[in-house]
């Protein structure tokens, strides 16, 4: 499973849905995944104290170290 399909993976199985869009950007070996979502839908990903998206990011990174990249997950408010 490649890193993108990784985050879709647990976005989509936290929101229960597939409105969002994941933008890329890759420098050297630094990726950072840009996730962008409905305001309704922030909260279930960054989780209460920030738990759910610390967990998300623990497992990008764990996957990215394979690869001996350096992964950073953000999460913004999807623009209308």
């Not at 936290?14 to 050297?28: M, P, R």
């Not at 950072?32 to 920030?50: K, Q, S």
Request: proline share 1%; no cysteine; hydrophobic share 40%.
């Amino acid at each position: 499973m490649k890193m993108r399909e990784l985050l879709e993976y647990l976005i989509k199985g936290i929101t229960g849905k597939e409105d969002f869009s994941i933008e890329e950007a890759s420098e050297d070996d630094k990726v950072t995944y840009n996730v962008r979502l409905a305001p309704d839908e922030i909260g279930l990903v960054i989780g209460r104290e920030g738990k759910v998206i610390k967990a998300i990011q623990t497992l990008m990174r764990v996957r990215g170290g394979k690869e001996n990249l350096s992964i950073i997950v953000n999460v913004s408010e999807k623009e209308a």
